[in-house]
Nanobody
Framework: QVQLVESGGGLVQAGASLRLSCAAS????????MGWFRQAPGKEREFAAAISWSGIRTYYADSVKGRFTISRDNAKNTVYLQMNSLKAEDTAAYYC??????????????????WGQGTQVTVSS
């Protein structure tokens, strides 16, 4: 069993930066593909970024590419999402997810076994 706890969300102005963190429990964290998804009100949950178990491979949705950076520290069982140049359309609840099978590129939400409770990001224009 893996538990994921996100933190770092908040209210910022357009153009600002935020860093989200996701702390994971469980001994197998370092073997999981980790992903960040987001869900805006009235919309489906969508893929934002993923990172392979080793941290060598990353993958981004076109909407965040060049602005967001996903990283992980397996020694700390933590995955991060650095979000720069935030836009109003980035406003959403952000969810961390873990895929125990290590699928790649990790864009499909149905492949993730574990989910955090989400952290809200609100960007004012």
């Amino acid at each position: 069993q893996v538990q994921l706890v996100e933190s770092g969300g908040g209210l910022v102005q357009a153009g600002a930066s935020l860093r989200l963190s996701c702390a994971a429990s469980g001994r197998s964290f370092s073997s999981y593909t980790m992903g960040w998804f987001r869900q805006a009100p009235g919309k489906e949950r969508e893929f934002a970024a993923a990172i392979s178990w080793s941290g060598i491979r990353t993958y981004y949705a076109d909407s965040v590419k060049g602005r967001f950076t996903i990283s992980r520290d397996n020694a700390k069982n933590t995955v991060y999402l650095q979000m720069n140049s935030l836009k109003a359309e980035d406003t959403a609840a952000y969810y961390c997810a873990a895929d125990s099978l290590g699928s790649w590129p990790g864009t499909e939400k149905y492949k993730y076994d574990y989910w955090g409770q989400g952290t809200q990001v609100t960007v004012s224009s």
